[in-house]
Nanobody
Framework: VQLQASGGGLVQAGGSLRLSCLAS????????VGWFRQAPGKTREFVGS????????YYADSVKGRFTCSRDNAKNAIYLQMNSLKPEDTAVYYC??????????????????WGQGTLVTVSS
């Protein structure tokens, strides 16, 4: 599975952005997808994930209630809607897929396919 994330940009605090992750490859619709982010000088961290059917999701406490994962398997697309953005949300955001369908995992090692990142910058 190949993944490509897009939709990053510069936004003011309190604003919104929607990231997209387009996938190619066989049987992608059975993959769980996770979103991760990496701020300058920090390690990559889990943001949220979604099951292959889109009926289950899991979020880091830092984004719960502000970020929402969704997917459209007909389009091989996964989305991360980010609302009420804060300066501390500034990071490169990555999407990643797990053929094992483990949407409940926040571990980087669970996800075997990674896209290139897209930069989100939130100004104060």
């Amino acid at each position: 599975v190949q993944l490509q994330a897009s939709g990053g940009g510069l936004v003011q605090a309190g604003g919104s952005l929607r990231l997209s992750c387009l996938a190619s490859g066989r049987s992608f619709s059975r993959h769980a997808v996770g979103w991760f982010r990496q701020a300058p000088g920090k390690t990559r961290e889990f943001v949220g994930s979604i099951s292959w059917r889109g009926d289950n999701s899991y979020y880091a406490d830092s984004v719960k209630g502000r970020f929402t994962c969704s997917r459209d398997n007909a389009k091989n697309a996964i989305y991360l809607q980010m609302n009420s953005l804060k300066p501390e949300d500034t990071a490169v955001y990555y999407c990643a897929a797990d053929a094992g369908g483990r949407w409940y995992s926040d571990s980087l090692g669970t996800y075997e396919s990674w896209g290139q990142g897209t930069l989100v910058t939130v100004s104060s």
